[in-house]
């Protein structure tokens, strides 16, 4: 039974992959996924803005990989966190990409809007990168080295932006 304010991926059913929102500490089955150390699982995706984005084009850049859904109210309240974050450290190379786990895209276009999110916005409309993941509790973030090597995972929202920035030590040099 769900928690009052739980977020619940039902529309990932058809895929047979269940994604909860952190908050809710129900318990799952455990699958084993990417881990730290491992080399990140490449995907090629369309970002909103029509253009292709795949992890092994982003070779040589730290990555910060983001899995969210806007049914997730700690997915909403860590977003402005991460666009600060953007802004700040798009110069010295990081590059942000957030996935959202296959909801419509103009609900995801709304949300983009009203949160003035300007950092790459992909649909994993299949749940296949969000499966390659091991995605099951969103939000979930990847820390994703220059050698494309996972260096952190943070599953549940960030609750500050100085939380968010000491995460990014791993993969900022």
């Given at each position: ?93 990081l590059v942000v990409i957030a996935i959202n786990v296959g ?46 090597v996972i260096k952190s995972i943070r599953v549940g929202a ?16």
């Amino acid at each position: 039974m769900l928690k009052r304010g739980c977020c619940l991926g039902l529309g990932l059913a058809l895929t047979g992959l269940m994604v909860v929102c952190a908050s809710c500490g129900s318990s799952t089955t455990v699958v084993k996924g990417p881990e730290v150390g491992t080399t990140a699982p490449d995907f090629s995706l369309a970002t909103l803005g029509g253009q292709s984005v795949s992890l092994s084009s982003l070779q040589g850049k730290p990555i910060l990989l983001n899995f969210w859904a806007t049914y997730c109210s700690p997915c909403r309240v860590e977003m402005p966190y991460i666009q600060a974050i953007f802004e700040e450290k798009a110069g010295e190379g990081l590059v942000v990409i957030a996935i959202n786990v296959g909801e419509d895209e103009s609900l995801v276009r709304g949300f983009v809007e009203e949160m003035g999110i300007t950092f790459p916005m992909a649909i994993d409309f299949t749940q296949s990168v969000s499966m390659d993941y091991q995605v099951r509790y969103i939000p979930a973030t990847f820390f994703i080295d220059d050698a494309g090597v996972i260096k952190s995972i943070r599953v549940g929202a960030f609750r500050d932006e100085a939380e968010l920035l000491d995460s990014l030590e791993s993969i900022m040099k």
